[in-house]
């Protein structure tokens, strides 16, 4: 009698192996970024001027008339923050949004022995009008 000769190992499993070899790299590259992107938006979320801009944003009288109530950050923040023990600089912007409107807060600073100092703390609303300086008020 005749039997069916054996199939090689990949004659038999080549139509998953080339899928699964050519996408588990792509997947792998593709979440390496992924995690990346997420660590540099967490530290960014997490620095004091991040969490001082949005603090006196969300306190503040003006941006609560423009913006109306709640006011939410975006997710996508621009810019960088360089902090090297008591001393660092933050360029930031921060997209906020309300159910009136949307805005984005600059934030501009430097920290010197331990304190943050900003030259630049407004929140410009998007599509024009005046900006709103928040140095001068407390976050609360």
């Keep these: 009698m005749d039997q069916p000769s054996k199939q090689s190992w990949w004659h038999r499993n080549w139509?998953?192996?080339v899928p699964v070899g050519c996408l588990a790299p792509l997947l792998v590259c593709g979440g390496s970024i992924a995690l990346i992107f997420v660590f540099v938006f967490g530290?960014?979320?997490?620095?004091e001027p991040y969490t001082e801009a949005l603090a006196r944003a969300k306190a503040n009288p003006e941006v609560k008339a423009a913006l109306g109530e709640p006011i939410e950050a975006g997710y996508w923040v621009n810019g960088s923050i360089d902090v090297s023990g008591p001393s660092g600089t933050a360029k930031i912007a921060i997209p906020i949004s309300g159910?009136?409107?949307?805005?984005t807060v600059y934030v501009d600073g430097t920290k010197?022995?331990?304190?943050?100092?900003?030259?630049?703390?407004?929140?410009a609303p998007d599509g024009g009008g005046n900006r709103i300086d928040l140095r001068s008020q407390p976050a609360k």
């Design 112 to 123: 010197t022995a331990g304190k943050w100092e900003y030259s630049t703390f407004e929140v």
């Design 43 to 47: 530290v960014m979320r997490s620095s």
């Design 99 to 103: 159910p009136k409107k949307s805005a």
């Design 15 to 17: 139509k998953w192996v």
